[in-house]
Structure formats: C-alpha cells, structure tokens
C-alpha cells in the first residue's frame, strides 16, 4: 500500500508516494514501485544512507550507491528515494523551478542539518525556500519513542515542547515529527505537510517495534520516492 500527500498530489509535473514495508519492493521490484507511482517504471536513486548531513545533487543515474542522506535535482524521469524505519523521510518540491528534494532525518540527521542542507542544496538548482511544499511521510510518533537521560541535553529546544516523562525513571518520549516540522518553519517553509503514519504500528517497517518484539534483525524498509514527471 502506498500513501500519498494530497498538497503534493495536486502537481501535475510530480509523482510521489510512501509505501509500507515491503522487502520484494526493494530487493527486486523496485520496477514495480515506480509504476505504482507514475505510471511507469521509472529509475530510482537512492543512497547508503548514514545519519549525516551530506546531500548528493542528481544530474544523472549512478552504478554505485554513494554516502548521504539528502538526495536533490530538477532533471525530469528520475526518481529520489529514502528508506526508511522509524526516522522521518522528508520530500520536498519548489512547482515554479521544478526543483524536488528528499532526505532522511532521523534525531541525529535533523539535529546536524540535514534538513537545512537539503533546502541549501535545492537553492544552488534554482529552487527558494518561501516556494518549497515539505511533506513529512511515515515517522515514529512520540508514544512510541522513548530515549534515554542524556537525550534533551542534545536538543536545544524547552523541554515541554518535544518531550514528556516516561515512566521510567530517567527517560523521556520524544517527538520526533513535530521537531523536524518545527525546524522546517524555522527555515521559511510555508507549506509543511505531516501525513502522520507511524512506523511503529501498521504496515511499516519499525526498528522499535521490531526490537519491542525481540526481532533483531531488519527484513524491510520504507520506501518514500519523489519525481517529476
């Protein structure tokens, strides 16, 4: 099953989706993905992604699977794609320079600037903040992200506005969607989309719930993809 954002699927020049967890999809049937989306098989992009703030521009299609976590370009017939298992994939398009973007933000990604450095790379392409549509796909909700002590020091906004107490002693629940949209207006975006599916329940595919479930091992992502068409 794939999930749409209905304030990106007005663009007629723009395919886009969120798919739930499906281990054929990436392995073998990516193919069948990207006609699920546009129509046609169109080639994918994507990454080895390492919770960093590298953003790759997309000129044309790549034999190997380069480092990063941002994936921008504004050439027609190419598909950006970020997997995902809890962290929040980001997909980004400006319709006036039909420029697109999609990066993956986890806390440690969306904490170091990943977000930032996909509107920067978006820029360098002719794209403008004020005219970027973001759309936030399948994320971990806060009732089901609880992390350690150490984790408000690491974030620098007032504790009440992303955190509660657990009720284990020490920890807390983070909000993970509403800190990488609340970055993403701090940066002049005035169309922010949060699709609000939680990777932890449902279809998806979730670290948290896996571990949760004593599964150590992941058989899947998320697959969110973006092109223009």
Same mark, same amino acid.
């Given at each position: 099953m794939?999930? !749409?954002c209905p304030h990106l699927s007005k663009f007629t020049s723009l395919k886009h989706a969120f798919f739930e967890a499906?281990? +054929?999809i990436l392995l073998s049937k990516r193919d069948h993905a990207m006609q699920t989306m546009a129509d046609r098989p169109l080639p994918l992009v994507t990454l080895k992604q390492i919770h960093s703030n590298k953003v790759l521009r997309v000129f044309e299609l790549w034999d190997d699977k380069p480092e990063g976590d941002g994936l921008v370009t504004n050439i027609k017939g190419i *598909?950006? @794609?970020?997997?995902? *298992?809890d962290c929040g994939p980001v997909l980004f398009y400006d319709p006036v320079a039909n420029v697109i973007g999609a990066c993956h933000a986890g806390w440690r990604g969306a904490v170091g600037g990943i977000l930032q450095a996909t509107l920067d790379a978006m820029e360098e392409i002719g794209a403008q903040r004020s005219r970027i549509y973001a759309t936030l796909g399948p994320t971990i909700q806060q009732e089901n992200y +609880?992390? @350690?002590? !150490?984790f408000p020091a690491l974030i620098t906004e007032p504790y009440d506005t992303l955190f509660y107490p657990s009720d284990n002693k020490g920890h807390h629940y983070f909000n993970l969607p509403q800190y990488i949209c609340l970055q993403l207006r701090r940066e002049g975006l005035a169309q922010i989309y949060d699709i609000k599916q939680n990777t932890f329940s449902g279809n998806f595919s979730s670290r948290r719930r896996y571990l949760s479930e004593g599964i150590k091992g992941m058989s899947s992502d998320n697959l969110s993809a973006i092109a223009i068409v």
């Open positions: 794939k999930y !749409e499906d281990p +054929e *598909a950006l @794609g970020i997997l995902t *298992a +609880e992390v @350690g002590p !150490e």
